[in-house]
T-cell receptor
């Protein structure tokens, strides 16, 4: 069965520091992988997605993620954190002919001035 | 171009009541999915509608039902409300019948069951 694990319910970084949010998945077939961001009292906004092809995926707001099949990981990074990056981040997976997204429990990113 | 819209924004009900939530998909989208997001958790898939039929369903009881109209808008109905149904209900729309396509989310309806 598909599942998503996000290590660290809270991550705190200083403004300008590297952001690394971890996501590991389990899937019996090649997955589709997504990162969404949720700001307070809002819905989810897609940051980036991996379907096929290049394993390093660039998204909006300077975020990128690398699909590593051998490690079943899809970690999200950003070289330099900005105060506006403070939000909840969700990793999600879907596979094969399934239309549903399976989400991790989320990581709250805190950015210190 | 309007994105996904949901109504109402907030709703308070008591146990045993019934509720209907509404969703209008992004322009050009024909597929609507519903998710339940409990406090502090990730969204959980309820079901997806395509061509006015339920195409896939998650692990939710039959108290949760839905409908899709010819204009692609959708309703989520929950009967016999329980305290545990309190959550943010998110609607997501997408285009076409393919798996793996991006789903665009609305702002959600916050349901509180007392």
């Amino acid at each position: 069965a598909q599942s998503v694990t996000q290590l660290g319910s809270h991550v705190s970084v200083s403004e300008g520091a590297l952001v690394l949010l971890r996501c590991n998945y389990s899937s019996s077939v090649p997955p589709y992988l997504f990162w969404y961001v949720q700001y307070p009292n809002q819905g989810l906004q897609l940051l980036l997605k991996y379907t096929t092809g290049a394993t390093l995926v660039k998204g909006i707001n300077g975020f990128e993620a690398e699909f590593k099949k051998s490690e079943t990981s899809f970690h999200l990074t950003k070289p330099s954190a900005h105060m506006s990056d403070a939000a909840e981040y969700f990793c999600a997976v879907s596979e094969g002919s399934s239309y549903k997204l399976i989400f991790g429990s989320g990581t709250r990113l805190l950015v210190r001035p | 171009d309007a994105g996904v819209t949901q109504s109402p924004t907030h709703l308070i009900k008591t146990r045993g009541q019934q509720v209907t939530l509404r969703c209008s998909p992004k322009s050009g989208h024909d597929t609507v999915s519903w998710y339940q997001q409990a406090l502090g958790q990730g969204p959980q898939f309820i079901f997806q509608y395509y061509e006015e039929e339920e195409r896939q369903r998650g692990n939710f009881p039959d108290r949760f039902s839905g409908h899709q109209f010819p204009n692609y808008s959708s309703e989520l109905n929950v009967n016999a409300l329980l305290l545990g149904d309190s959550a943010l209900y998110l609607c997501a729309s997408s285009s076409g019948g393919l798996a793996g396509v991006e789903q665009f989310f609305g702002p959600g309806t916050r349901l509180t069951v007392l």
